[in-house]
Each structure stands twice: as C-alpha cells, then as structure tokens.
C-alpha cells in the first residue's frame, strides 16, 4: 500500500503541492490527472523518491520514505519501477542492454538467464527481435515499450507512469492503455499513471485522482467520477466528450 | 548605489562559494564511492573514450610547442655559447611546466566539454533519473570510472606529449639551428632527473582528477534544454582551465 499523508512540496516561496491525503491499494490502477503545471508530475517524483516532500509523510508499505538516506531509498526502489515520459533510455546501450539493466546491477544471475528474461519482458510489451537494437533506431511508441520491459525486469510491486500516452498517435495511445492494462493483470502490480489524457485514465484506472493547482481535489471510481459535479472535474470530461464527438 | 554594488558583489561572492560547497560535497560523494564498487569496464571504456581520442591533439599541441620553444631559445642559447644546454632546459621546461599545464588545458577543452555534454544529456533526458529509480547511484555509476579514467589518462597523455615535444625540440635544434644530435642528447643526460619527470606526471594526476570532477558537476547541474547544455560545457572548460592554472601554482611550490 501507498500512503500519502498531508504532504506538501514546495520549490522556493512557491508551494507546488498542497496538503495531500492519497492511499492506494495494493494491486490497483490509480490514475493522477491534471492539467499542465498542477503538480501531478511532481507527486509521482515524490512517490519514488527524486524528490522529498517539504512537510507530511510519503509511505510505501511499513516503509516511510521522505527521511531515508539515498541508500536506504534505493532498497525500497527495488521493488519499483517506472516508464518515463520520453522513456529515458540510455542511448549509448541497446535495447538489450537497457532492459537488462537492473538485473546485472542488482543480482549475480547468469547471462544466460538475463537473456531469457530479457526476450520474456521484451515478449509480454509486444517486441521481437529488437534486443539488438539502438534506442535511437526506434520509433516513439517502441522506445515507450522497451521503457516498460525495462520497468519490469525486476518484477516491481508498483510501477510508475509518467504520461505515458505523451507524443503518441490515438492508435498507439490505446495500445500503450491495452498494454499498461495487461502488465498489471499479468503481474499483480501496483499501478500509478500520471496524465493528462482522460480517455487514457477512463480506460486503464480503477480510481482516479485529480490535481488541481496542487491540491487533490477528487478521488473516485471511474464511474463514480463521472457524476461528480465539481467544475473543474467536469472541464476535464467536458474534453473528453468533445473528443468523442468529433 | 554603493549599497547597490555591495549587493551585487555579495550575491556573486555567495553564489559562487555556493558552488564550490556543492563541488566539495560531490568530490566528497565521489571519494565515498571509490572503492564501493569498481567498474573495470566502463573505466577502460572512458579511457579509451576520453584518451585516445586525445592523442592527436595532444601530439600536435606539444609538438609546435617543442618546435616554437626551440626556435625561440637556441639562436639566443648559441649566442651565449651555451648549445651544450639545449635538450636539458626544453626537457625540464617541458617536463615541469608545459607538458602538463599544456596537456591539462587541451584534456579540459576535449574531454572536460566531453564529459559535460554526456551527462547534461543524460540529466536532460531523465536518464540520470532512470538510474536513481533503478536503484544504481549516479556518482558511482557516471562519475567514479570518469574520475579514474581521466587521473590514469590525462598523466599517460602527459608522458606521450613530453617525449613528442622534446622530439620536435630536437628537430629544431638539429636540423635549423645546427646543433649536433649528440650536443642534445647529452644535455638532456645530464640536466634532467627523473623527478623533472615524475614531477609533471603528479601534477597530471591532480589535473585530471580535477577535470573529471569540474566536467560530471557542470553536466549534473546543468539548465535544462539544448542552451543549458551548451552553456555547462563553456562553464567546464573555463573552470577547468582556471582551476589547473592555480593548481599548478600550488603544485609548484609545493613539489619544487
């Protein structure tokens, strides 16, 4: 379980997050909507820890993470993982290489088995023969796979997704949904997707949380979402069925 | 306006102790890691990555070096009678001073500017980030085989360049102002001690350990966006060239 409690982050004068109260439950989809600089992206970096809170408690499990030493923070990220907005491969690997990562930093297994496990995760995000590949030979919506091969490599309880629909086509938006989708019925994981895409959230969330210039201002089901009748929530489904219509 | 100035000055002063604290702390962090976990490979990697590709330009640097040197020194050096001194003040100038000043100045440019735009990149694009999630610490990971790479490069890039530049002294010496091979050589015999030598090579070390940890800060703290990119990499070579200037005024004095 994920908890946060009256966090607030702030940069400067400037208070970015205010007072946030979130608990989410082992093995579900929340999805954290937004509009641009609410401060979503910011409460996901807290939640793995780029970032410390400027007051509250972040907890991951028995684990309250915003006092940690960068040490005792990386044995709590391993069971974590994350797909970043443009992806974060790192460029001078292969696609390979970069899902193997975590496996030849953190464990003595043979290469043998990284290699198996390597085609296996590259396998479950739709990938085949593409190991031997550059990140920079790859197209946005494959980089983004390859991005979340990696995330899962080392069998995380929770993966992280920043915008994960971001710089992608309607068709491959979907399919990256369907595929965020089939990791968490896969493989049990604790699913948070920051993003600003409604459809995206309608479609792979259980709950959805919304920011509103740093503060939380609803948390429900996707159904029971739907019916709320703060403005500002239904600004943002107003676009989603403007998108429908058109 | 004066209370304006002393504003200003104030600010300057703070915002650059500020960075010299943070550059202490990192050196710091990189020291703590040092023996944490080594990384065999990815120092032979910056090695060759940050060294080799050095040569060329190092070669020519103290080539002309040696070459202008000589030209600038015999006719005066024959004046006076003293050909028979020669190879020994070229080799000792060399091994003391240019090789090493001049060899840090050109690893600043090449591979401190190098340095910087990798990891400014990579900070650009999350990739540091990607490490820090994936649980791998970005000082033992980017910075330690750097800081190793460039103290065991940037004294063998020193090495090469003596011997080229007193090479192209001897060039000179031989084949435009007349004086006998043999006339070079034994001056050399019998002016220089290994530590006119060893001496530079020290000082190579600091310079090296100094441009790595100048470049990785710069590129961890670079702006955001392709400017800021641009930007850290002018601030690592500035720095850099700086900090081998007074670090060698020091090791002068220290060493000699």
Same mark, same amino acid.
């Given at each position: 379980m994920i908890r946060l409690v009256d966090v607030c982050k702030s940069f400067g004068d400037k208070e970015? #997050?205010?007072h946030i109260n979130l608990t989410i439950e082992d093995g579900e989809t929340l999805a954290i909507i937004g509009g641009s600089g609410s401060g979503k992206s910011t409460l996901l970096r807290l939640l793995i820890g780029l970032i410390r809170p400027t007051s509250g408690e972040i907890w991951i499990g028995d684990t309250e993470i915003s006092r940690l030493s960068e040490a005792e923070l990386d044995k709590v990220r391993l069971h974590m993982g994350m797909v970043f907005q443009y992806s974060a #491969?790192?460029?001078?690997?292969?696609v390979g290489d970069n899902v193997a990562f975590g496996l030849r930093e953190h464990t003595d297994m043979p290469e043998k088995e990284v290699q198996r496990i390597v085609e296996e995760k590259l396998n479950l995000v739709g990938l085949e023969n593409v190991a031997h590949r550059m990140p920079n030979e790859l197209s946005g919506g494959m980089k983004k796979r390859v991005s979340l091969a990696r995330a899962i490599a080392f069998e995380p309880e929770i993966v992280f997704y920043d915008e994960p629909s971001s710089g992608l086509d309607p068709i491959m938006t979907e399919k990256i949904d369907e595929l965020i989708s089939h990791t968490q019925q896969a493989l049990n994981v604790t699913s948070v997707v920051v993003t600003h895409d409604m459809a995206s959230a309608c479609r792979i969330a259980d709950r959805i949380a919304m920011v509103y210039e740093g503060e939380l201002i609803a948390v429900d089901t996707v159904e029971n979402f739907k019916n709320i009748r703060d403005e500002r929530v239904q600004a943002f489904f107003h676009t989603l069925r403007t998108v429908k219509e058109a | 306006m004066l209370l304006k100035l002393l504003e200003l000055v104030g600010a300057f002063v703070m915002r650059r102790l500020e960075e010299f604290g943070t550059i202490v702390l990192l050196y710091r962090d990189t020291m703590r890691e040092?023996?944490? &976990?080594? &990384?065999p490979r990815h120092i032979l990697s910056q090695m060759s990555h940050l060294g080799v590709d050095s040569l060329l330009i190092v070669s020519l640097t103290l080539l002309f070096t040696g070459v202008v040197f000589t030209l600038q020194t015999a006719d005066i050096l024959i004046k006076f009678g003293a050909q028979g001194t020669i190879g020994g003040i070229i080799s000792i100038a060399i091994g003391r001073e240019l090789g090493p000043v001049l060899v840090g100045v050109v690893c600043a440019g090449r591979v401190g500017s190098a340095i910087t735009a990798e990891i400014s990149t990579m900070k650009v694009t999350e990739q540091i980030d990607a490490l820090r999630v994936m649980a791998v610490n970005p000082v033992n990971y980017l910075i330690v085989p750097r800081m190793l790479a460039c103290m065991i490069v940037v004294p063998i890039l020193t090495v090469f360049g003596d011997v080229i530049g007193v090479l192209g002294g001897w060039v000179i010496a031989v084949y435009y102002s007349g004086i006998s091979s043999y006339l070079y050589m034994n001056s050399i015999h019998t002016f220089v001690e290994v530590f006119d030598l060893t001496g530079g090579v020290i000082k190579a070390i600091f310079f090296g350990n100094v441009i790595a940890v100048l470049g990785c800060y710069y590129g961890l703290h670079s702006p955001d966006g392709a400017e800021g990119v641009g930007k850290a990499t002018t601030r690592t070579v500035v720095s850099s060239i700086i900090a081998i200037f007074i670090l060698n005024a020091i090791l002068t004095f220290i060493l000699y």
């Open positions: 970015v #997050l205010h #491969l790192f460029d001078s690997m292969t | 040092l023996g944490h &976990r080594p &990384r």
